[in-house]
């Protein structure tokens, strides 16, 4: 039988026990209206109003930008892993070549500044 | 009837990874009470005195999950309702599905049927848990922003930055695992590693890999956001962070998820570095120790014996966790950064090529 098969089983059935438990509280628990149980918590003070359109640190940005750069390095990394024994010395050297050039990459970011947090 | 066995092959899979969260749960109460040498949580009872006598154990283990099961679901009212709803499910999900394709035994032998012991045996095993555990940021990131609240805000962007930092050095780590075994598929991982080294020392990836074990334990714990790389909800400052806005049982599920996380950490580092399912010197028709002794097992002896060795060695990598998890302070922020990125990742990429040139240079001695 086709493994992907019992994988969507695995799927469907993780699917209606998270479904369940998630809305559990909603099923089980009490319904009572409150005006300041609406509110959102601000540790006891007025809340401030909505975080939509609020500024916060380009860091994070940038973070996820050289998350893409070097997780996408990582992706290639396994199908190359896994025959790595058939291609031998030329396909470490190849590797070794694409390798390189992200190391540069990253010695760069680095010498710049983008990995420091301050 | 091929359907009918995966099915309960996954209702295993999952009840295994259920138990365990419930049983952590309890574990991690009354193991820091251990640690900080106080009691811990010690009396339940049901219905408010319902019953004569104190349930005693069965606190945690019951009375955690049902409490907050009957909690009442709170929406705050300037919250994106849907994305509210989703957070928690996308948050458990793909991790409930994780473990699928980790391998509990070797096979189970019924007459003639051979019962692979692996809810789903896809060749990509390896793949397919990195991809569910990275799923696991959009539980964060749609939690933080659905909930409107500056603190869940604040939770959700700091833990989107660590997981996805953290999930290169996981990466890179199990690139080199992936280097040695030349494999994807975990219960074929998990089979290499029955072979002798020198025909004494079991052939674990802990004996090949031993930095890439640190490497992937430490991103593994960083990836589950527990102390003490648990800035998206740290207390302190953030109240709870992402799941602040959450009440009942939609809280329960993010709290779980860290749970699970942690179970998945120790599922990987059993079926990676400690032989997964493997016993020492146990083949599938008994014990063969070095020097030629043998003794004999029945075939259904071996695959509990084996159930039981996956279980303990998965147990025993949960407590490690939880005692990492008691023992740290909290990093600061531009530390937890500096680890990933500064550290996690140059080792990670120097331990890829090592590992690659000495597999080449030593064809012979590696386990292929």
Same mark, same amino acid.
């Given at each position: ?13 993780? #699917? ?29 003070? !007025? ?16 973070? #996820? ?13 396994? !199908?190359? #892993? ?20 992200? #190391? ?15 | ?21 419930? $049983? ?11 640690? *900080? ?17 104190? $349930? ?105 930055? *660590? ?47 031993? $930095? ?157």
């Amino acid at each position: 039988m086709n493994p992907y098969i019992a994988l969507l089983i695995s799927f469907a059935l993780c #699917a209606i026990v998270a479904g369940i438990m998630c809305g559990a509280s909603w099923l089980l628990g009490p319904k009572v209206e409150n005006k300041a149980k609406s509110e959102i918590f601000e540790t006891g003070n !007025p809340p401030l109003g909505s975080i939509r359109g609020i500024r916060f640190p380009v860091k994070f940005y940038l973070t #996820a930008i050289l998350f893409v750069v070097f997780d996408i390095e990582v992706v290639f990394m396994y !199908p190359w #892993a896994v025959v790595f024994r058939r291609l031998g010395w030329m396909g470490l050297g190849e590797m070794a070549v694409f390798v390189a050039v992200l #190391a540069v990459g990253l010695a760069y970011v680095w010498r710049v500044g983008a990995l420091e947090w301050d | 009837m091929d359907l009918l066995i995966s099915f309960v092959l996954a209702l295993v899979a999952l009840l295994i990874l259920l138990q365990l969260t419930v $049983l952590l749960l309890w574990v991690e109460r009354k193991g820091s009470a251990l640690i *900080q040498d106080r009691v811990g949580a010690n009396r339940a009872n049901l219905f408010g005195g319902l019953l004569p006598f104190n $349930l005693g154990i069965v606190n945690t283990l019951m009375a955690d999950p049902l409490k907050l099961f009957h909690k009442e679901d709170v929406i705050p009212k300037d919250a994106d309702k849907f994305l509210h709803w989703l957070a928690p499910f996308i948050a458990v999900l793909p991790l409930f599905v994780t473990f699928a394709v980790v391998p509990f035994g070797d096979v189970l032998v019924i007459g003639d049927r051979v019962i692979n012991l692996q809810a789903a045996n896809v060749n990509v095993g390896l793949l397919f848990v990195l991809g569910m555990v990275s799923l696991g940021v959009y539980g964060v990131v749609i939690g933080g922003w659905a909930s409107n609240s500056r603190y869940a805000f604040l939770g959700g962007v700091r833990g989107s930055a *660590q997981m996805i930092s953290y999930e290169i050095g996981m990466g890179l780590a199990l690139v080199a695992v992936v280097l040695t075994y030349g494999t994807l598929d975990l219960q074929q991982i998990a089979r290499e590693q029955g072979k002798l080294m020198w025909g004494v020392i079991p052939a674990w990836g802990v004996f090949y890999q031993p $930095l890439a074990l640190v490497l992937f334990f430490i991103a593994g714990i960083a990836e589950s956001k527990r102390p003490p790389f648990d800035l998206p909800e740290a207390e302190s400052e953030l109240v709870a962070g992402f799941y602040t806005e959450y009440s009942g049982s939609k809280q329960s599920m993010f709290m779980m998820s860290d749970f699970i996380e942690v179970a998945i950490v120790a599922a990987l580092v059993t079926t990676l570095f400690f032989g997964g399912w493997q016993v020492p010197y146990l083949q599938r028709d008994g014990f063969h120790f070095p020097g030629g002794f043998f003794v004999g097992v029945p075939s259904l002896v071996v695959t509990i014996l084996q159930v039981v060795s996956f279980l303990v060695k998965l147990f025993i990598f949960c407590w490690l966790q939880i005692l990492v998890r008691w023992t740290y302070p909290r990093m600061r922020y531009d530390q937890l950064m500096n680890l990933g990125w500064k550290r996690l990742l140059p080792i990670g990429l120097a331990n890829v090529v090592v590992t690659a040139v000495l597999v080449l240079a030593l064809e012979g001695f590696t386990i292929k």
